[in-house]
């Protein structure tokens, strides 16, 4: 089955740290970019950072640049995002989703970050 | 950053009636390959995200046919030919044009009047 399936996430204090993790199947991972995509609760979608198929060129939306970091492992079909010096404005539904460009879109269920003392 | 602008942000529609959405980016969606990256996607409440179309006017595997899309460079439509219950949630717009750097309208909450 071709699917995307998220996992971390949770309730940090501002400041803390959180990290994502995202395990794709049934298509050729290493083949596809992958991008996370996040949604402040009751908001639209914001695009927050993308990575090539290879691992070796990434990509971040200004608003999370130097504070969160995305990773592949192309031998576990794994894409993380560690999240680090978390803010409010972060709280959201982060989702994994495999390259928009491409003729099959795939989005993972979604995990809540929350983001509160 | 190409910023998407949606229009109406709230759509209410008779069941049976169609409904349509406008997307205009600030800049061009051709890219060099010819393709136009243009998505629409439809959010229903408490789901992920569900790509309907994709390069404009190509319905994705599974969507009903009621669904269509068109336009070229800056102005795009999604147009609903008759509404049905189930097609209640938000849509999308988006571009992958200018990839890495998604950008998304702002959604259009489509409501049964």
């Known amino acids: 089955e071709v699917q995307l399936v998220e996992s971390g996430g949770g309730l940090v204090q501002p400041g803390g740290s959180l990290r994502l993790s995202c395990v794709a199947s049934?298509?050729?991972?290493?083949?596809?970019?992958m991008s996370w995509v996040r949604q402040a609760p009751g908001k639209g979608l914001e695009w927050v950072s993308a990575?090539?198929?290879?691992?070796?060129?990434?990509n971040y939306a200004d608003s999370v640049k130097g504070r969160f970091t995305i990773s592949r492992d192309n031998s576990k079909n794994t894409v993380d995002l560690q999240m680090n010096n978390l803010g409010v404005d972060d709280t959201a539904v982060y989702y994994c989703?495999?390259?928009?460009?491409?003729?099959?879109?795939?989005w993972g269920q979604g995990r809540l970050v929350t983001v509160s003392s | 950053d190409v910023v998407m602008t949606q229009s109406p942000l709230s759509l209410p529609v008779t069941l049976g009636q169609p409904a349509s959405i406008s997307c205009r980016s600030s800049?061009?969606?051709?890219?060099?390959?010819?393709?136009?990256?243009l998505n629409w996607f439809q959010q229903r409440p408490g789901q992920s995200p569900r790509r309907l179309i994709y390069?404009?006017?190509n319905r994705d595997s599974g969507v009903p046919d009621r669904f269509s899309g068109s336009g070229s460079g800056t102005d795009f439509t999604l147009k609903i030919s008759r509404v049905e219950a189930e097609d209640v949630g938000v849509y999308y717009c988006?571009?992958?044009?200018?990839?890495?750097?998604?950008?998304f309208g702002g959604g259009t909450k489509v409501e049964i009047k």
């Open positions: 989703a495999k390259d928009e460009r491409s003729v099959e879109s795939i």
């Open positions: 049934g298509f050729i991972f290493k083949n596809y970019a």
């Open positions: 990575i090539s198929g290879s691992g070796g060129t990434t």
């Open positions: 800049q061009s969606l051709v890219y060099s390959d010819g393709n136009t990256y």
């Open positions: 390069k404009v006017s």
């Open positions: 988006m571009q992958g044009t200018h990839w890495p750097h998604l950008t």
